[in-house]
């Protein structure tokens, strides 16, 4: 059975960093591309970031790039969301998601429980 599991989620004042974690069993997990996505109230699920098996691929949503960074610990199961500068617009449920090849689209097989983001003006 697969389980991702978000983690690292909380309120932050705008300015401020977190960093996200996801933790992934029952998947062989340095075969699979990882992404990030997120939802805000009474918005489509949008996509945030994503990176390749080994890391040496990564895309980034045109309005996180240069403040988000995704990657990946193959040893550790887990990929990272690292989030800078975070502004009151990044608000949302983050979720994290598997899938075999790498896409910037929501069609991802296996999909988090989700982690709340709340960033404060």
């Known amino acids: 059975q697969v389980q991702l599991a978000e983690s690292g989620g909380g309120l932050v004042q705008a300015g401020g960093s977190l960093r996200l974690s996801c933790a992934a069993s029952?998947?062989?997990?340095?075969?699979?591309?990882m992404g990030w996505f997120r939802q805000a109230p009474g918005k489509v699920r949008e996509f945030v970031a994503a990176?390749?098996?080994?890391?040496?691929?990564?895309h980034y949503a045109d309005n996180v790039k240069g403040r988000f960074t995704i990657s990946r610990d193959n040893a550790k199961n887990t990929v990272y969301l690292q989030m800078n500068s975070l502004k009151p617009e990044d608000t949302a449920v983050y979720y994290c998601?598997?899938?075999?090849?790498?896409?910037?689209?929501?069609?991802?097989?296996?999909w988090g429980q989700g982690t709340q983001v709340t960033v404060s003006s």
């Open positions: 990176i390749s098996w080994i890391g040496s691929i990564t």
């Open positions: 029952g998947l062989p997990f340095s075969r699979y591309a």
């Open positions: 998601a598997a899938n075999r090849v790498i896409v910037t689209t929501p069609e991802f097989d296996y």
